[in-house]
Structures are given as structure tokens and as C-alpha cells.
């Protein structure tokens, strides 16, 4: 009997000590041997805004005052859900021998996938804030909000994790396919550019992009200090845990065969 929604979170409570042990592993082995460790984190995001800046500023001259808060704003949130949802599709395999070994809820390893890229998610804050200090764009009480974007964002990427994770077993290609569609996805969410330079008859794209509400409740605190629509925090939400329900419904039909096939 497959367990409902309410008995599979309350197995996670139960092991929630290993799941604990499972997020700090994640974290020291992903900086092990790194010098600049956990600062990687941002320093990616900055180099790649440095890029897109030069490259939009100047190539394609549209200009955003405060192109830094804009880009970042946006980019360490897509860097968390396309870095946790790419780490899922391999937490299965990488976790094999425990899982092999003793009964533990499988679930709990995407789980801690996600947990450990959210740890990386609030670290980067800590430096956007320093930017937004000496670049001198304001820090609004706004930001008071952005706990619920980052628990709607959560529930997002831990839908896709859950959907993931069992196909990219069965079927290897979908690892590769899937980093394809990063990339594209990427492109087409307002990450780097603002909507209003996309042509009228292509923004709907934008508007049925799962990831641009959710994008844009976490930008408006940080960029325009200014609160969400109640629209675009209900569109997000509805996307986050409609994801989040779906996905675990796959994942649970699917874990009977984890165990073979890891």
C-alpha cells in the first residue's frame, strides 16, 4: 500500500536526525578540497553577471540602473532550483549503498538535496546585501517577505527533484536532456532582461513559464523593495505545491523500484 502525503512527512519527522546528517554531509563534500569553499556560491553568480552585464549593457544597449541587484536578485534563486533539481537526478545512485543496506524512507535523500542547496540560497544572501550596501540601491522592509518566496521556491524544486529523480534512473538520457532544458528555461525566465523588452506577441512564453511568478516574488522585495502582487504569490504558490504534490505522487509510484535498480 503506497503511503499517503501526511504518512510519508511524518516517516521524514521520524528520521529526521539522519536527515540532518545527510545535509551536512552534502555540504562538506560538495567544498571539500576548496579553497574559497562556501564563497563559491556567490562568485559564480558574479562572474556570470559581469558577462550578461557587458554582453546586454553594451551589445544589445538596454540599460537597468543597478543591472547588478537586478541580475542577482534573480540569478541566485535560478541557481538554486536548476543547481538541487540537476544534484537530484544522481542523489539516488550516489546514496546506493545505504539504500541497499537498510530500509530508510528514499525520499529523504532528495530531500536533503534540496536542503542543502536552500543552505547555499541563504548564504548568497549575506553578499547581495553587502552589494546592495555599496552599490547604495536601498533595503526596504520588503525583504521581510522573502521568507515566503524562498519556502514557495523550496517547494518548487523539491516537486521537480521528486519527478526527476526516478525517470533519471530508469532512463539515462533524461539526465542529458534535462541540462539541455536548463539551459533553455533559463532563457526564457526575465532572469537577465526585464519582459517589457520581449515583443507583445511572445510574452505570453513568459507568463506560462512556471518559474517566472515565483522568479519575480522573489526580485520585487529585493529590487523594486516593494511587496508582490497577491496574483503573482498565488500563481506562484499554486505552481509550487500543485509541483510539490505531483511529483511526490510520481515519485511514490516509483520507489518500489528504486531498490532494483540502484
Not at 77 to 92: G, H, K, M
Not at 225 to 244: E, H, K, M, Q
Amino acid at each position: 500500500m503506497k503511503p499517503s502525503l501526511l504518512r510519508a512527512v511524518r516517516e521524514l519527522v521520524q528520521y529526521r536526525s539522519l536527515l540532518g546528517v545527510l545535509v551536512a554531509r552534502d555540504l562538506k563534500v560538495r567544498y571539500k578540497r576548496s579553497v574559497l569553499g562556501v564563497a563559491w556560491t556567490m562568485l559564480n553568480p558574479l562572474l556570470m553577471m559581469i558577462v550578461f552585464a557587458i554582453v546586454f549593457a553594451h551589445v544589445f544597449r538596454f540599460s537597468i540602473e543597478h543591472f547588478t541587484i537586478y541580475f542577482l536578485s534573480a540569478y541566485i534563486l535560478w541557481n538554486f532550483v536548476s543547481q538541487t533539481t540537476s544534484w537530484s537526478t544522481a542523489c539516488l545512485i550516489g546514496n546506493a549503498s545505504l539504500i541497499r543496506k537498510i530500509y530508510v524512507p528514499k525520499a529523504i535523500f532528495i530531500l536533503a538535496t534540496v536542503l542543502s542547496g536552500l543552505v547555499n540560497l541563504v548564504v548568497s544572501l549575506i553578499p547581495l546585501a553587502a552589494i546592495m550596501l555599496w552599490v547604495q540601491h536601498p533595503i526596504t522592509p520588503a525583504v521581510l517577505f522573502l521568507p515566503v518566496a524562498i519556502v514557495l521556491a523550496t517547494a518548487f524544486a523539491l516537486g521537480i527533484s521528486f519527478l526527476l529523480a526516478p525517470i533519471c534512473m530508469e532512463f539515462n538520457d533524461a539526465v542529458q536532456i534535462y541540462a539541455a532544458l536548463l539551459m533553455v528555461w533559463m532563457y526564457l525566465t526575465p532572469i537577465i532582461y526585464p519582459i517589457d523588452v520581449v515583443p507583445e506577441q511572445y510574452r505570453w512564453l513568459m507568463y506560462a513559464n512556471p518559474l517566472y511568478p515565483i522568479v519575480e516574488i522573489f526580485r520585487r522585495p529585493i529590487f523594486d523593495g516593494a511587496l508582490p502582487s497577491i496574483a503573482l504569490v498565488a500563481r506562484s504558490a499554486a505552481w509550487s505545491f500543485g509541483l510539490l504534490v505531483f511529483g511526490w505522487w510520481v515519485f511514490e509510484r516509483r520507489s518500489d523500484r528504486i531498490a532494483y535498480l540502484v
